[in-house]
């Protein structure tokens, strides 16, 4: 069959088949508008007959004067341009977190695409499209008389190939409505432009390819661009799988999305569907049998309504897909500015891979929500980090991710620095001792360090690293800094100082090393300013935890010491691949080490004794009682509590606090639960307990290479030292540790896994000092 066999025209048709109308009666603003008409259509005409008419001629003479510069040259990226298309973010084991888009469209070839809406759209758009160039002359003609004979514009001329280069200028200008309009706009230098660009694809590519690229790029409502998202939209089914009646009904909404919305003007929807399907048998591509049975059909819609962004992932992914996006938007990885950065995601049209194991996920979810409720005054927050590679494996809330405030919902991630979707981040007390402890002994001090420790002491000189820092307060209440419980008399070693988290130990550890030193390993640990994006100051209290860091950072410190000292970057993307299988370059593992294994060996012995009897987290132990080392950690007026503990293989870190107004956590009921006074150990100690206990469950278990650290003498009634001479008043009563590590034997019963009942200390004024536990 030719291809002018296979239209045949129907009688209903007025471009086809003569009909006399009644003479219209000649007036003078008749006249003007049929000499409008003729002077346009001769204009025109004179366009079409300089290059439309014989395209593979090269269309010479319409460059010329019409205000269409650059009429000779069409971009090389035009034929097909870079649609905006969907990204899908996936957890490590090809879940899907989220689809996020800019729009909502998924490109795809020809061949899956079904014959049914190749066909269907051909015939009620373009149903000479096969058989005409780039512009269809008998079209242009029977629309102006169309037009002037109903005195207004109600027949348009417009090839399938014109309407797809139209529908690539507003693609180029995004979301910008300005530039949405200039695209739209219909003037005769950019109608000249279309009709060039029309030409020359015409040239380049085939009718095939032009469809494809058409049935792509064009919308078809509710956030659908592009026939596979309209297939997923309206029918829950891929475009390859689409029947007859369905395929009619999205051809038919291509000329106006709205008025043929199927899900708002049904009635509507099915008379344009079976106008479609009218025009497939008019053109001798379905029986008329076919027909009847499929205009006998219900529209059948399986509607899906549109689920974009982070905001629809489950299991409180949310937090996590939106720094993903941060990262994307900000790694150097990804485009030399940010500018290319913005592009590639925007663009969308990636298959990201990500670090979340959804098994911890859940289990760190379901911790942070059954002991903190959505409604309580705080909030907990919790990261989970794989030590040895910086891989994100958990990180959850107990705040949903969303927009509605009377649901407690938020999109700051307290789990992140502000930078990457968080807030200003919280005091982490003393969570941050161990950091002293490994600068003091990369410094060279031993592992048996001891210091008189005093109850309560004035801020010492300190040297920084530009100078010096001198106490202005001294003798008085606010140039002091206390310990948290009247009865921690010193003198003591780390081993002890850190298993009952002495206050006085650690800044006199920092006079001797100097705060540069407890600066820069803070740094070489990810610490490189505070979670607002600020640099990190050189003051005494640095060392107890009064500059605001994130839960992600606390994790990615312990997960340090875990990998025996070797510091690993948050890493957040395994693999990115394009829609078309291409893979993406994504940030590899950056690794450093940020102490020696000897010091890190150390260090996890010190805080295996923290769980251990006689320390603060001794109540803490995992279901399976495998190795477990951390710290907790309190701030001023129990404002912020934590604990960051690990396994070998496994670091977690929680925050529990409230994030905006800074609630006291003292006779407060969190999670059901009231609590006179909340403590690392026992606010956010058993949220870490119950998620880490289900986290690492089929994990194998891996413990620390520890080293033997002397215990210091006992201080019992004969208070001697080690070297046999008396040691100071007050030394009786004092905890000891074990020097073996934890041993995985059951651990200590106490109620608060503290060593004393708690007083209310003070801290200074120009140096608030946290509290303790």
């Not at 346009?40 to 395209?55: F, H, I, K, M």
């Not at 000189?461 to 606010?478: A, P, R």
Request: charged residues 20%.
């Amino acid at each position: 069959m030719s291809p002018k066999s296979r239209r045949t025209p129907a009688a209903s048709d007025p471009g086809d088949t003569w009909v006399q109308r009644p003479r219209r009666r000649a007036t003078p603003l008749g006249f003007l508008g049929h000499a409008a008409t003729f002077l346009g259509a001769s204009v025109l005409g004179g366009v079409l007959l300089a290059g439309v008419v014989l395209p593979a001629a090269g269309a010479v003479g319409l460059g010329a004067k019409n205000g269409a510069e650059g009429f000779e040259s069409i971009p090389d990226d035009f034929k097909t341009p870079p649609l905006t298309q969907a990204t899908q973010i996936f957890d490590a084991k090809g879940g899907l977190i989220a689809k996020v888009y800019e729009r909502d469209r998924t490109v795809i070839p020809a061949d899956q695409m079904s014959p049914l809406i190749r066909t269907a759209q051909v015939d009620i758009e373009d149903a000479r499209f096969y058989e005409h160039g780039a512009v269809d002359l008998k079209g242009v003609l029977r629309a102006i008389t169309k037009n002037a004979e109903s005195g207004a514009a109600v027949q348009g001329a417009s090839t399938l190939t014109q309407q797809y280069v139209k529908n690539v200028n507003v693609e180029k200008a995004g979301d910008d409505p300005d530039a949405v309009r200039e695209a739209q706009r219909k003037t005769l230098g950019r109608k000249i432009q279309e009709l060039r660009y029309a030409i020359k694809l015409e040239e380049d590519l085939t009718k095939e390819q032009i469809l494809t690229n058409y049935l792509n790029i064009t919308f078809y409502g509710h956030q659908a661009y592009g026939i596979q998202a309209a297939s997923q939209r309206y029918f829950s089914k891929d475009a390859k799988d689409l029947g007859l009646p369905e395929a009619a009904m999205l051809a038919g909404l291509v000329q106006n999305p709205s008025q043929y919305d199927p899900k708002l003007h049904p009635v509507a929807a099915q008379k344009r569907r079976d106008t479609v399907i009218d025009k497939m048998v008019e053109n001798k591509h379905i029986t008329a049998d076919q027909a009847r049975e499929a205009k006998a059909a219900p529209l059948g819609l399986n509607y899906k309504d549109p689920r974009n962004g982070c905001i629809t992932a489950k299991a409180g992914m949310g937090f996590f897909c939106d720094y993903v996006r941060h990262v994307v938007k900000q790694d150097p990885e990804f485009g030399k500015n940010s500018a290319d950065r913005k592009k590639l995601w925007d663009t969308g049209g990636l298959n990201i891979y990500t670090t979340l194991d959804p098994d911890k996920q859940t289990a760190a979810q379901n911790s942070v929500s059954t002991k903190v409720y959505v409604t309580d005054p705080v909030s907990a927050a919790m990261t989970m980090v794989e030590p040895g590679s910086g891989k994100i494996l958990a990180m959850a809330q107990t705040r949903p991710y969303g927009l509605a405030k009377e649901k407690n919902e938020t999109v700051v991630n307290y789990n992140v620095d502000a930078g990457m979707g968080g807030g200003i981040g919280f005091q982490p007390g003393s969570n941050f001792k161990p950091i002293v402890a490994a600068a003091a002994l990369e410094a060279g001090l031993p592992p048996t360090q001891r210091y008189d420790s005093p109850n309560r002491m004035d801020w010492p000189t300190m040297k920084t690293c530009d100078g010096t820092w001198k106490n202005l307060s001294k003798g008085k209440k606010e140039g002091t800094i206390p310990n948290e419980s009247t009865s921690e008399v010193g003198p003591y070693d780390l081993k002890q100082a850190m298993a009952m988290s002495v206050n006085t130990y650690f800044v006199q550890m920092e006079q001797e090393i100097g705060l540069c030193a407890v600066k820069q390993m803070a740094n070489k640990l990810g610490v490189t300013g505070k979670a607002s994006g600020d640099p990190l100051q050189e003051l005494p209290a640095l060392g107890l935890g009064t500059q605001e860091v994130s839960p992600l950072t606390m994790a990615n410190v312990y997960a340090t010491f875990a990998a025996r000292g070797t510091y690993c970057a948050p890493l957040a993307i395994n693999r990115i691949t394009t829609v078309d299988g291409a893979d993406v370059p994504v940030p590899p593992a950056r690794c450093t080490p940020a102490m020696s294994e000897g010091t890190a060996d150390v260090i996890n012995s010190v805080l295996l004794g923290v769980t251990e009897k006689g320390g603060t987290a001794r109540d803490l132990g995992l279901d399976d009682n495998r190795q477990i080392a951390g710290k907790t950690g309190t701030t001023d007026e129990k404002k912020s509590a934590w604990f960051t503990g690990y396994t070998g293989n496994l670091a977690g870190s929680v925050w529990l606090g409230s994030p905006g107004t800074k609630v006291p956590m003292r006779n407060i009921r969190i999670g059901g639960r009231y609590q006179a006074e909340v403590f690392g150990a026992t606010g956010p100690g058993p949220i870490w307990q119950q998620a880490m206990s289900d986290a690492v469950r089929g994990m194998p278990e891996k413990e620390f290479t520890t080293v033997y650290i002397p215990d210091p003498p006992r201080r019992d009634g004969n208070c001697t030292t080690s070297s046999g001479s008396p040691a100071p008043s007050g030394c009786t009563g004092v905890p000891t540790t074990g020097g073996q590590g934890n041993t995985g034997k059951p651990r200590g019963t106490g109620p608060t896994g503290r060593s004393a009942p708690p007083t209310t200390q003070p801290g200074t004024a120009d140096s608030p000092s946290p509290e303790d536990r």
